[in-house]
């Protein structure tokens, strides 16, 4: 994630400008994605400005050889050992993953500064249904934006009304159903990650994760 025109698919990440810390909270605006190693190949998610002005984005694919044991969740962490969230606590400087995840009181009210919304339920629990947006996220986004818990979209596809906070399994969303047994299914989703004056500053690189269990 960086500034207007900072970013480049040939540059490595870390020598992309610093972000500057603004003086209200905002979003940051461009997002970039690299499938190997951070210095070549990037690409620049296009769909992705921050807003609800947009769909097909992001997804989460599954095959068709597993069975899930329960909902799946998308929801992000501090890192990759997936440990718990502390609302509104900023790490000292240089701060770390947990500057986004854990939000901050002033700025997004104890939520996480990482928002996203998710269509649907990928698939049905039965009848071979894939859910597949057809229209922008739409629906409440801001700094603040987030409940505690688990949110589910509508089992009769459609976004999220309200945007949800991803903090860790304090705040997340959660498939409305069990998805079928052994049918591929894709879950689309879409982000927005604000920043704010009171967040730490560092390299923040927090995890963004689909969590479920399988049998």
Known sequence: MCGSGAGAGNIASA????????????VLPECWVY???DNSGGLKVTTYDGT???YKQLLVSWDNLGTFAAAPI???WKDNTYPAASPGTQPGSPGDGSAIVNGQT?????????KAN????????????QDTPSANAGGTLAGTSGTAGAVSPPVTPAWLA????????TQYIQDAVTPQATFAGLWYFVIALFT?????????VPQLGFQYLWV
């Not at 020598?15 to 905002?26: C, E, H, K, L, N």
């Not at 002033?106 to 990482?114: F, I, K, V």
């Not at 704010?196 to 923040?204: E, K, R």
């Open 15 to 26: 020598a992309w400008p610093p972000y500057q810390q603004p003086v209200s909270t905002g």
């Open 106 to 114: 002033t700025d997004t009210s104890n939520t996480s500064y990482l």
């Open 74 to 76: 998308i929801s992000a």
């Open 162 to 169: 309200t945007w949800q906070s991803l903090q860790a399994a």
């Open 35 to 37: 499938l190997g190693s």
């Open 118 to 129: 998710a269509y649907g339920r990928g698939t049905a629990a039965a009848g071979s249904v």
């Open 196 to 204: 704010g004056p009171n967040m730490a500053g560092g390299v923040l």
């Open 52 to 54: 609800t002005a947009h």
